[in-house]
């Protein structure tokens, strides 16, 4: 597809997770799946297709929808639940609109793309 659209600049920006990255019991379609946008996104740097930058990027933890489930769910079918409950009660979760913000300013600055995988948590 990248080679399809052209010499012209794009950028790439997967929305990756840290569950890519570290596997959690109760979760392993959804690590496999992002897991395999962290996999996508350093094979198609490797294609160096010219100006494109891609990157996928783990915004870290984000206080949507999703972790509202988590903390609804039992320690049984989430053994880490009471982790992210205590995210959630210290302030430790991030705002989506504040995560939307940081995202728009990695994907336009000068480095997006260096790294096909990041962490948002890493970027100064």
Known sequence: FAAAAGPQARRVLHVSSGAARK?????????????????????????????????????????????????ASTPER???????????????LVAPGECAMHLVDFLLDEDFGREPVADLRDLG
């Open 23 to 71: 596997p959690y019991a109760g979760w392993s379609v959804y690590c496999a799946t992002k897991a395999a946008l962290d996999h996508h996104a350093r094979a198609v740097q490797l294609d160096a297709v010219p100006g494109l930058r891609i990157c996928a990027l783990a915004p870290g933890v984000i206080d949507t929808g999703m972790q509202a489930e988590i903390r």
């Open 78 to 92: 989430f053994p880490l639940r009471d982790r992210f409950a205590e995210m959630q009660a210290s302030g430790g």
